[in-house]
């Protein structure tokens, strides 16, 4: 997964953004505001905006951002107050993931009701995955549960009681099947333990490094 570094000034500040663009044939499953669910797109922008981000409208913010950047057709579309040219990244046996990593308001899934979360500094945790073979339908869905999971154990690894934070973005992406498609993407299934392996070491790393603790 190549990922080109390209900035922008807006609103007083020169802030980065990541474009991955990966070619024909690919396939996302995805949380993201742009292209999320299923979908076929030409690239994958992972932008930065101020940690006091107030814009309602992050969908046209993030067409805009795409215009900018001379990215046309469908797309995936993500935002994020992390750093993001501190990208982390992990790789194993074919699978690549890349990971910004910012904890501001680190999160239990299951919080009671009400509960209030602790303020650190800017931040969301964004994913990219890239998967080398075609998977299911099924399989795509098992390997976003398969990432979130290896999320969650990176970030209490790292010492971090979470799961995560109540805005993270993550899109698998994999060819567009054309004939067989891997069934499984589970964590000990092959190419779901290379995806969790993969998206581990880039969360891990980001948390670790992470300058707010």
């Known amino acids: ?27 996302t ?7 999320g669910g299923f979908a076929t797109p030409g690239w994958v922008l992972n932008a930065q905006v101020r940690g ?17 950047f001379g990215l046309d057709g469908p797309g995936v579309g993500m935002l994020t107050a992390a750093a993001v ?6 790789a194993d046996a074919g699978v690549t993931a890349a990971a910004t990593v910012g904890l501001r308001v680190p999160t239990w899934a299951a919080a009671p009701a009400g509960a209030a979360d602790p ?23 098992n390997a976003v549960m398969t990432a979130t999971e290896a999320k969650t154990q990176a970030l209490l690894e790292a010492g ?23 069934p499984f993407a589970g964590p000990r299934s092959p ?8 998206v581990h070491f880039a969360v891990r790393a980001g948390a670790e490094n992470y300058p707010f603790r």
């Open 85 to 90: 040219d501190r990208t982390f990244h992990g």
């Open 52 to 68: 006091q981000y107030a814009r309602m409208d992050p969908d046209v913010h993030l067409a805009e951002l795409a215009a900018r």
């Open 191 to 198: 190419w779901g333990a290379r995806i969790a392996r993969a």
């Open 160 to 182: 971090y009681a979470c799961t995560g934070t109540a805005s993270d973005a993550l899109c698998v992406a994999a060819p567009v099947p054309s004939g067989a498609a891997e």
């Open 29 to 35: 499953l995805s949380s993201a505001l742009v292209g």
């Open 1 to 27: 997964m190549r990922l080109d570094l390209v900035w922008r000034e807006e609103d007083g500040a020169r802030l980065p953004a990541t474009v991955w663009r990966p070619g024909p044939g690919l396939r």
């Open 119 to 141: 303020q650190l500094a800017p931040g969301t945790i964004n994913i990219t995955v890239a998967v080398p073979v075609p998977l299911s339908d099924a399989a795509l869905v």
